[in-house]
Nanobody, 124 residues
Framework: VQLQASGGGLVQAGGSLRLSCAAS????????GAWFRQAPGKEREFVAA????????YYADSVKGRFTISRDNTKNTVYLQMNSLKPEDTAVYYC??????????????????WGQGTQVTVSS
């Protein structure tokens, strides 16, 4: 299974971007899709997650009300709609997926598949 992230770019503060993460390869059996981000000099941090079957969503406090995660089961694709972007949202964004349901979603060690990352830069 391979994850391909796309949609990053340069945007002014207050603007919007939509990231996509497409899964390819053998039948995709992941239970949860997620987005993480990593800014220079910082650890990778959780952004949002979505359960593939029921569609339940989970967000980091820093993005609640601004970001929306969604999925298209027919395309094996997870999206991250990012609105009201701030300079502090600048980071490389990674999509990830895990094979099993767990009670926590924010620990990157739980994820089995990772995309290559896409750069998001928000200028002030």
């Amino acid at each position: 299974v391979q994850l391909q992230a796309s949609g990053g770019g340069l945007v002014q503060a207050g603007g919007s971007l939509r990231l996509s993460c497409a899964a390819s390869g053998r039948p995709f059996s992941a239970r949860t899709g997620a987005w993480f981000r990593q800014a220079p000099g910082k650890e990778r941090e959780f952004v949002a997650a979505i359960n593939w079957a029921g569609g339940g969503t989970y967000y980091a406090d820093s993005v609640k009300g601004r970001f929306t995660i969604s999925r298209d089961n027919t395309k094996n694709t997870v999206y991250l709609q990012m609105n009201s972007l701030k300079p502090e949202d600048t980071a490389v964004y990674y999509c990830a997926a895990k094979k099993y349901y767990t009670n926590t979603y924010s620990d990157p060690r739980l994820y089995d598949y990772w995309g290559q990352g896409t750069q998001v830069t928000v200028s002030s």
